[in-house]
């Protein structure tokens, strides 16, 4: 086996090395985003949380100033009402009356104030009690997440170690650049970065190569790029089964049965080629003389018995004429 056989057939085995590698890498570098997701859910969800019990914090607030408010509202309202029984001149009901409506009219306000704020204090109690639970919740799964990343990631770490040794067992006696260039392709080219031949056409890019091209990677002197997607290209008889230098004996043994004892009866078929007549059909030129001659004279035959019926007609036409001046000479000779 020649140098670059050798070498093909190191990168082949290098090829599916580095190319679980590079899948391990990526899916380690994966596990660790379902975990951030889960993170920034409950990030977002403790923030949300935080917002909310600052509003229901002050919610409560207003609830008990409110009450304090309602308190001496009532004790206003009490006060002036316990003065009416001391109360001597109209003058003095009808103000110490408008205290007692005004502190009535005070403690009903702010009562209303007060259960509607009670209210929302019980709704965002609510609403702040299912947001902890919730959080609880995605915390937990969150912990069972990192559990399971971390478990996977050690596996993973494991096969990446070992692919790692297995790499190093193949890379002596490649050249470091070839190396570089060649794990490059596969990172780039979904895990393939070598490839063989088949019908002048690289299996990796589908497109035809240059006869030229084709035939250095058969000289198999240099390792060699496809020029049009960048992957190594080599030349396997496992593949192609046959020499693609042309045509080889089979191709024209095909080719050969191409034109068949058919083809000319297929291309002549129909009399469709001019001045060419099957057997059967051969003209003979002498006959088609002969027979031309027979019909002119034929033509002059019925041209001459035309002309001797025209003659016999203006005869009998003479012969009546001549009988007609007999006749009137036979009638002048009886008048006289």
């Not at 304090?68 to 509202?73: H, M, R, V």
């Not at 316990?82 to 005070?106: F, G, H, N, P, V």
């Not at 001797?308 to 002048?332: A, K, M, P």
């Given at each position: 086996m020649t140098t670059i056989e050798s070498t093909i057939e190191k990168l082949k085995i290098l090829q599916e090395i580095l190319s679980a590698k590079f899948a391990v890498q990526r899916e380690i570098e994966d596990l660790p985003r379902t975990l951030a997701t889960k993170k920034e859910l409950v990030s977002r969800l403790k923030k949300a949380f935080v917002e909310k019990n600052e509003r229901y914090e002050e919610t409560r607030r207003n609830v008990?100033?409110?009450?304090?408010?309602?308190?001496?509202?009532?004790?206003?309202?009490?006060?002036?009402?316990?003065?009416?029984?001391?109360?001597?001149?109209?003058?003095?009901?009808?103000?110490?009356?408008?205290?007692?409506?005004?502190?009535?009219?005070?403690?009903?306000?702010?009562?209303?104030?007060?259960?509607?704020?009670?209210?929302?204090?019980?709704?965002?109690?609510?609403?702040?009690?299912?947001?902890?639970?919730?959080?609880?919740?995605?915390?937990?799964?969150?912990?069972?997440?990192?559990?399971?990343?971390?478990?996977?990631?050690?596996?993973?770490?494991?096969?990446?170690?070992?692919?790692?040794?297995?790499?190093?067992?193949?890379?002596?006696?490649?050249?470091?650049?070839l190396i570089f260039k060649f794990e490059r392709i596969i990172r780039s080219k979904a895990g393939e970065g070598i490839v063989p031949i088949k019908n002048g056409v690289c299996t990796g890019c589908q497109m035809i190569l240059p006869n030229q091209f084709v035939n250095d990677v058969h000289l198999g002197e240099d390792i060699l790029f496809c020029p049009y997607c960048s992957k190594i290209v080599f030349f396997s008889a496992e593949v192609t089964g046959e020499d693609e230098k042309g045509f080889s004996d089979s191709d024209e043994e095909g080719l050969s049965d191409l034109v068949d004892d058919d083809f000319d009866d297929d291309l002549f078929e129909d009399d469709e080629l001019v001045g060419y007549d099957s057997e059967d059909d051969i003209v003979d030129e002498e006959e088609v003389e002969e027979e031309e001659e027979e019909e002119e004279a034929d033509e002059d035959l019925l041209d001459d018995d035309e002309s001797?019926?025209?003659?016999?007609?203006?005869?009998?036409?003479?012969?009546?004429?001549?009988?007609?001046?007999?006749?009137?000479?036979?009638?002048?000779e009886l008048e006289d």
């Open positions: 008990a100033n409110l009450r304090i408010k309602l308190q001496e509202a009532e004790d206003a309202r009490e006060k002036y009402e316990s003065q009416m029984d001391q109360i001597t001149t109209a003058r003095e009901y009808d103000a110490l009356e408008k205290e007692i409506r005004d502190a009535t009219d005070k403690e009903q306000g702010y009562r209303r104030d007060l259960q509607k704020e009670e209210k929302d204090l019980q709704e965002q109690r609510q609403r702040i009690e299912r947001e902890e639970q919730m959080i609880k919740t995605e915390e937990e799964e969150l912990a069972l997440e990192r559990e399971k990343i971390d478990s996977e990631t050690a596996v993973r770490k494991s096969t990446l170690t070992e692919l790692e040794k297995r790499e190093q067992e193949i890379v002596p006696g490649l050249e470091s650049e001797d019926n025209g003659l016999l007609s203006e005869e009998d036409e003479g012969i009546d004429d001549e009988e007609g001046f007999e006749e009137e000479d036979d009638e002048e």
